[in-house]
Every structure is written in C-alpha cells, then in structure tokens.
C-alpha cells in the first residue's frame, strides 16, 4: 500500500494568519487533488496538480507541486473563518491505476474569529 | 454540482444484519467508488466499479461485496454488517481526464 502522508494533523490559527499543509510521498504522482470537507458532507474538489513544478492560486489558496511530483503543499494566505474544514489530498501513482486515488488522513483547520 | 446522491443518508442497524447502501449518479460516468471515511484513517476505498457488471476491490474490500447492474447506480453491501463497520460511507464519481472525483454526501452507518 503506497502512503501519503499529510501534515499537520490538526491546525488552529486566529484569522488573518497564515499556514501551510504539506502532502508527501515516496512515490511519483501522476497527478494530485486537493479537496475541502465540511462537516456532514463529501469533500469538494479545490484543485489538480500534474506538471512538476507547477503553482495554482484559488483566491487566498496557492497549490504547488513539487519538481519531482511526489509532494504538494496548499498555502493559505489570511485565513478566515470560512476557510475552518478538513483539507484532504488525494494523488494518483504513476505506477499504480490511473483511475484509483489514495488519500492522505486530512488536515483539521479551524480559524478563530 | 455533481449529480450523484445516496441513500439511506443515516442508518442504524444490529450487529448481524444485513446493509445496503446505494449511490446514484446522472453524469454517466463510467468510474464508480465507494470509500470509507474514519477518524485519522481519511479515506479508503473498499471497492471500485469500471463498468455495468464489473467491479474490483479496494484496500479495505473484507466484509463488503458490490454491484453495478446499471451505469448509474453502484451498491454497497454489508452481508452481516460489524461494529467495526460503523463509519461513514461515500460514494464518487471520476472524471477519467484528470482522475478528479466527485463525491457525494455519505451515509453515516451506525451497528450497534
């Protein structure tokens, strides 16, 4: 079983600060998502990642995918309230199946008002 | 929003029972998964389908079977459902260009 790891586990910051989570990897991913889960519903897709390298900005959110594509992070600038959720990662491996994604355990952010 | 829901959303059940879940989509998407969400485990995926009648297991397939008799509905069955199947169940959808999913609501299973 390939494992991604996530970090931090839990993250509770006061708004308007900024933060990091980090998804790592031994393995090479073909490509890699990131989605948000509120309670009581199914995560949401934020973003996909597949050039090593690359950088996306979602508003207040910047996803970068590492050179060697076996780590991403998703910074968050000025976090508010509504940015409180469980931020999942999800790659695919290149040597795996195309159509299966393995999951990292989330990140638990909280922002304070 | 993707067009996929479940059903029932909440469940309660005994140790020893029976338990179908059902997910159904109007996206026609080939790709159909059913994953399991815990504290500290994210998301694991029990089984998988790729096709009207074809099915693969997960990581986490023990204890649960599958069918897929029409491209928009995909079951989850517990034959004789386990405390340590108390979870909460998702279903999802890929889009086969980017293996973006999109998942739908879950189903929480309580066995008591």
């Known amino acids: 079983t390939q494992l991604l790891e996530q970090s931090p586990q839990f993250l509770s910051i006061q708004e308007g600060e900024n933060l990091t989570v980090y998804c790592n990897s031994s393995?090479?991913?073909?490509?890699l998502q990131w989605y948000r889960q509120e309670p009581g519903e199914g995560p949401v897709l934020l973003v996909t990642?597949?050039?090593?390298?690359e950088v996306k900005k979602l508003k207040r959110l910047t996803f970068q995918f590492g050179d060697a594509r076996k780590d991403s992070s998703l910074h968050i600038t000025a976090a508010q309230p509504g940015d409180t959720g469980l931020y999942l990662c999800?790659?695919?491996?290149?040597?795996?199946?195309?159509?299966?994604?393995?999951f990292g355990s989330g990140t638990q952010l909280t922002v304070l008002p | 929003d993707a067009g996929i829901t479940q059903s029932p959303r909440h469940k309660v059940t005994e140790t020893g029972t029976p338990v179908t879940l059902r997910c159904h989509q109007t996206e026609n998407h080939r790709y159909m998964y059913w994953y399991r969400q815990d504290p500290g485990h994210g998301l694991r995926l029990i089984h998988y389908s790729y096709g009207v009648k074809d099915t693969d297991k997960g990581e986490v397939s023990d204890g649960y079977s599958v069918s897929r008799s029409k491209t928009e509905d995909f079951l989850l069955t517990l034959e004789s459902a386990t405390s340590s199947q108390t979870s909460v169940y998702f279903c999802a959808i890929t889009d086969l260009n980017l293996n973006e999913q999109y998942f739908g609501p879950g189903t929480r299973l309580t066995v008591t």
């Open positions: 999800a790659g695919a491996y290149s040597s795996g199946s195309a159509r299966q994604l393995t």
């Open positions: 393995s090479v991913f073909s490509s």
């Open positions: 990642v597949v050039t090593g390298g």
